[in-house]
């Protein structure tokens, strides 16, 4: 029998919330879900892209959930909402998005969504998740997606980076918490990925390293699902992020950043309104 057919048999029927699963990594993630057998919850903000995503999840049962997790208390309602259809076995905290400009460039009210969605929301659904499975003995998977960002600063990116190293930390400190228990925690730090976030975000005149390590949505899905079935602490999707990742570890943060600011080049004219996803 095939691992693809084990962890089909043994993932049949279990329930996975996906958040921002409108597209790119998320909707990626929700497909390599349904491949094995695994009932989704997908949640996002805009319907029509939740229900596209849905019709590609073949021989599963789909409920969608529309929600802004940039909202206060938006999580807590995403997660009663999706517990009411039964537990949630695996959860996928996906949703984010960051913009590419000087911190000071960029009026406060985009700034204190980033840190809700980012952060607070992932955090309050990883409480929720947590406290769920208590009552539980069964299997049970976290995955939280970081960036590469999570391993230096990076400026013109500067709070997107923080809250990506923030998220790496605490997916980290709970996979350590909960070693040897029936609960994993997954922390995925993809690199550049062919989604819809450079353009959301206002992305630079990337370099050609920038580019040439730019990875699909649906590899860095293989990546993190791969990781999280064998209980992975943390995964750098694609050779050449982790070397960068690797490398940031032998010379300054200084120069770090200032590597990072030559890769990602400089920021486009105009910050597009941020996308709905």
Request: charged share 20%.
């Amino acid at each position: 029998m095939s691992d693809l057919n084990t962890h089909k048999a043994a993932h049949a029927g279990r329930r996975a919330l996906v958040t921002g699963a409108s597209s790119g990594i998320g909707a990626a993630i929700a497909r390599e879900l349904a491949a094995l057998g695994v009932d989704l919850v997908l949640t996002a903000r805009r319907r029509d892209a939740l229900e596209a995503v849905a019709a590609t999840c073949k021989g599963v049962k789909v409920e969608i959930i529309t929600g802004d997790l940039g909202k206060p208390d938006a999580a807590r309602a995403l997660w009663d909402e999706a517990i009411a259809g039964g537990p949630i076995d695996i959860l996928i905290n996906n949703a984010g998005f960051g913009y590419f400009r000087r911190f000071d460039e960029v009026d406060w009210a985009r700034d204190a969504e980033l840190v809700q969605l980012n952060m607070t929301s992932l955090v309050a659904l990883a409480r929720c998740f947590v406290d769920a499975r208590k009552a539980s003995t069964g299997p049970a998977h976290m995955v939280n997606i970081a960036s590469t960002g999570a391993y230096q600063s990076v400026p013109n990116m500067a709070l997107y980076a923080a809250s990506k190293a923030f998220v790496r930390n605490f997916s980290e400190g709970l996979h350590d918490e909960h070693r040897g228990t029936p609960l994993t925690v997954t922390c995925v730090c993809p690199g550049g990925t062919e989604t819809a976030f450079h353009a959301a975000s206002g992305g630079g005149d990337y370099s050609w390293i920038a580019n040439a390590s730019t990875k699909s949505a649906e590899f860095v899905a293989r990546a993190a699902i791969r990781a999280m079935l064998r209980g992975k602490r943390t995964v750098v999707p694609g050779l050449f992020n982790k070397l960068s990742c690797l490398s940031v570890r032998f010379v300054t943060r200084r120069f770090a950043s200032r590597v990072a600011t030559q890769v990602l080049g400089k920021p486009r004219l105009a910050l597009p309104a941020r996308r709905e996803a």
